[in-house]
Each structure stands twice: as C-alpha cells, then as structure tokens.
C-alpha cells in the first residue's frame, strides 16, 4: 500500500543534546566572528545546514565495523576490505585513499595540470575550483544554460552543455588535460546530471582523446533521480545505475564524508595505471602509504560499510523525499528556491528575495546571517563570497546566482526540526527590507569564503 508519510528507514539509537543559544547569544556570536558563520561555535548553533560533509550519522553497521579497523601501516586488512568495496562500485581498479575528497583532487590537478590548462566541468565547487587554479590552470563551468535559471524545472540541470564541450575540445585540445563532471552538481542547486548527457560526454571525450572523470561526491543521489526521471531506469537498482554511471568514467575522486555516509575520508580512483602510481608516489609524500592514505583503518572500514548503505533504495527514497519536504514547506508561504529541490540541499534564490541589496553587497550572505540571528539555523551562501572573480581593476565579477544553501545532514534531524527550519526561513523572508548587505572588510587569497570577515552595510 501507498501512503503519503515518506517515513525514515532507521530507528534512533542514540542521541546528542542540541544547544538552544537565545537571541543575545547569537547576537554576541555574530559579532565575535564578524558575520562569517564558519567562525560560530558548533555549541552556538541551534540547528546546523553549513555542509551535509561529514555531518551525518553513522549506522550501528558502520559502528560495529569500526572496531574491526587494522590499523596496521602497511597492508591493513580494513584497506583491503574499502578497495573491494570501491572497486566493485566503480569498476575502477586503482584506488587511493586519502583523508577527504580535496586531498583527492589536489593530488589528481598536481599530477595532470600545468599553468595555462583548462579544465570543463559542468560547475566547479569551491575546493575543486580552488584546487584547478592554485596549479595555474583554469576552470571553466559549461552547465546547460537551464542550470542557471533558478525557475527552470528541467529534470538534470546537472547536465554538461555538450555543444561548448565540443568547442572548446576542438578549439585547442591540447590545452585540456581531463574533462570533469560533478553529481550531482552542488554550485547549480544538487542538480543531477542523466546518464544520456554522460553519455554524450563521453563520446566527445573519446573523440579527442581526452579523459573523463567523476567528482562522484554524491554519485547516489544522482542515481536515484536518474532512476526516477529518466527513461527506462525505473525498474534498475541505484547500486546498478551507479555502476553505469562510473563504467562511463575514466577516474573519479570521492569524498566520503558526503555518500560515503562517514565523517571522514575519500579517495582518488581511476583505470590508468601509470597515472595511478605518479599520484601514489605523491600520496605518500603528502597523506600517507597508499594503504591508508592519512586515514585510520576504522576510517576505511566505516567507508566501505557506508558505501554498502547509501544505495539502499529504502534510505535513498527517504533522502531525496526529506529534503523535496524542505522546500515545498517554504514554496508554499512564497520563498523561491532552485527547483526541482536537488538532493542534498535546498537552494533559496536570493536575488529576488532581497532586491534592494546588489550583489556588491553579498545578499546571500545577508540571509544566511539573518537565519542564524533569529533562529540558530546556520547555512552557508554559494553566490558571490564564494564564486565572484576578481578582475585586474580590483573589482569583482558577480556570481551567476545568489543562494543560499540550506544542507541537510544525512540520518541526522527529524521532520520536527525541519519543520522549525521551515519557519525560521519564512520568518526572515517576512522582513527581507530590514536586512541590509555586507562589505568584506578582511579576506584570505584563496577559499575566501571560509574565513573572510564581513561587516553589515548601514541602511
């Protein structure tokens, strides 16, 4: 039978108090870390939507299979055990541990980019961003123009625009090292990417002769919504349709802390052997031996369980359901949010939200400060803090959108603490004219975002 409660397919097993600072406590945080929500203490935050990376909670099977970790340092019996498990995912028979997904990419970029290369992607995330440019090389978003428009309810706004592929592949392919495609696409929204775009991914990769890699960062999330809007998928297994997915790759890096379902790890995989062992040697040097690539060996075994569990189709359904409930709660009282809601995350569009604040003025990052002022709720801006380009005058290149992402931790809160999240977030959308913009006042060179202070604009 079909009933429309989408309940959570676990039972609690333990739980952890939640601090419920008041309004002068947060008022006091506020002003402590000059309005970068990074800076907060996790103790001053009432419920916490900053990342779903690393944040979630482990199974009793994850647990258990921690404390069969060896923690030997060369040849642990827990590697072992994590490579067959990533290898029977991806079909991938070179596996590299390393302690998280951008420890992945830095090694992969280090070993294939020079100054002057340009690496596609449907849309770069921060770390990945970073990571292509700090080797000199840059990083180019060729999302289908549907990904930028917020409204737009195309199915897989993942999807990589294959035409500019094909440009810029054939205007000067000696310049372009690897083609990278990230699912879901985290920057656009959680935007899935279907397996048909891959497809044709490949087939202009293959005509240039120029590799293809995942940033498999939420590789199930993206298969369960190929399952659920693409043809002919319907009756198919997510493990089956993520099976596919990588046989369509060359290599992929992964942050376990994301659908690996564990607080920490990832790993770098791929199919070419002489490649492999150029990032091996570079892994030791910088993470670790490639048994454990800076990871403990509980780590690799909590990976290798949680990589068994994220493809349950039950926990899955459950996933994608919990955060579709997020914004239709907040849709309905008039919020605008990127749609159709992505997996991981709500996505507000917050240009049409906060008109009277220019992007000069960083209105993402306004609401995210409001959310937390009035509510606790702390969540993260990806928009203009996080992905303006500065230009050689000095000024800034505004980000193509301006949101606000609100990450649900997996296994993590119940429906009782999003439906306070629902109401926190129509509370500060009932007085968007009292918030005012921010100037940064101190910022880093790289990943700015992470520790930039800010200070409010007055009105």
């Keep these: ?32 870390v000059h309005y970068n929500l990074f800076g907060l203490h996790a103790d001053e935050v009432i419920i ?27 040849g642990s019996r827990s590697y072992y055990r994590f490579r067959d498990v990533v290898h029977d995912l991806t079909g991938m028979p070179h596996v590299i541990p390393t302690h998280q997904g951008r420890a992945a990419e830095r090694i992969l970029f280090t070993e294939t980019l020079t100054s002057g290369d340009v690496v596609p992607n449907n849309t770069h995330f921060d770390t990945t961003r970073a990571n292509v440019e700090y080797q000199g090389a840059g ?19 993942g999807n990589v625009d294959v035409q500019q592929l094909e440009k810029i592949l054939a205007d000067d392919v000696h310049r372009v090292p690897l083609v990278m495609v990230t699912v879901t696409n985290n920057s656009g929204g959680g935007q899935p990417v279907s397996m048909a775009n891959l497809r044709e991914v490949r087939e202009v990769c293959d005509r240039y002769g120029v590799p293809l890699f995942l940033d498999a960062c939420r590789f199930a999330e993206n298969a369960w919504f190929i399952k659920t809007r693409e043809d002919g998928y319907l009756d198919r297994r997510p493990k089956e349709i ?32 002489r490649l492999a062992e150029r990032c091996r040697n570079l892994l030791i040097l910088t993470e670790g031996f490639p048994t454990y690539g800076g990871l403990a060996g509980y780590d690799l075994e909590a990976i290798a369980v949680g990589l068994e569990e994220v493809v349950d189709e039950h926990y899955l359904r459950y996933r994608i359901r919990s955060t579709a409930y997020l914004a239709e709660k907040i849709n309905a009282a008039g919020v605008p949010t990127v749609q159709p809601p992505g997996g991981h995350a709500v996505y507000i569009e917050v240009r049409s939200l906060l008109p009277h604040i220019p992007q000069t003025q960083y209105p993402a990052q306004a609401f995210v400060v409001e959310l ?29 959108m301006e949101l606000v992402r609100l990450a649900i931790p997996r296994r993590t809160y119940t429906q009782s603490h999003i439906d306070y999240v629902a109401e926190v977030v129509i509370e500060a959308a009932s007085h968007t004219d009292e918030i005012p913009g921010y100037r940064i006042v101190r910022q880093p060179p790289w990943l700015r975002h992470f520790t930039a202070e800010f200070a409010p604009i007055p009105r």
């Design 372 to 400: 937390y002022r009035i509510g606790g709720v702390r969540g993260v801006e990806i928009g203009s803090v996080m992905f303006a380009k500065p230009q050689p005058d000095g000024t800034e290149t505004a980000a193509p």
């Design 139 to 157: 990083a180019l978003d060729i999302v289908i123009p549907e990904g930028l428009e917020p409204d737009s309810r195309h199915p897989f706004k």
């Design 242 to 273: 993520a099976q596919e997915m990588f046989a369509l790759a060359d290599g992929c890096t992964f942050p376990a802390k994301k659908d690996g379902l564990a607080n920490i790890g990832g790993f770098l995989a791929m199919r070419d052997a």
């Design 48 to 74: 916490d939507l900053l990342t779903d990376s690393g944040t979630g909670a482990m199974s009793s099977r994850q647990w258990a299979g921690m404390m069969l970790g060896d923690e030997s340092y060369a």
């Design 1 to 32: 039978m079909h009933f429309q409660t989408t309940i959570e397919p676990f039972r609690i097993h333990s739980v952890e108090a939640i601090a419920l600072p008041d309004e002068n406590q947060r008022e006091t945080a506020l002003e402590r």
